[in-house]
């Protein structure tokens, strides 16, 4: 879930990026970007953890594409037509 629906807060389609960035990150890393064992955990990660990337298993611009579709300030999201690799 994006920041804004695990802080309550309003929320666009803007927010289907940072999902589509959180599966992809998992695709290729196999794990979420966040290991938690709760839903409070995970609000806290969301809001205050930088996501790590384990390994260099992609090459840097699908790293790069995946930083900035997991950013957690909604007027930051890009939308998909924005996104390019």
Known sequence: MCPQI???LNYSTKCDVW???VIVYELLYGRPPYIVRNL????VAVNRK???FPMSLINKKLE???KRMLVR???KYQICKQIQI
């Open 6 to 8: 695990l802080n309550g």
């Open 19 to 21: 999902s589509v960035g």
């Open 40 to 43: 409070n955990e995970l609000i």
């Open 50 to 52: 930088d996501i790590k």
């Open 64 to 66: 790069d594409l995946l």
């Open 73 to 75: 300030l909604t007027n």
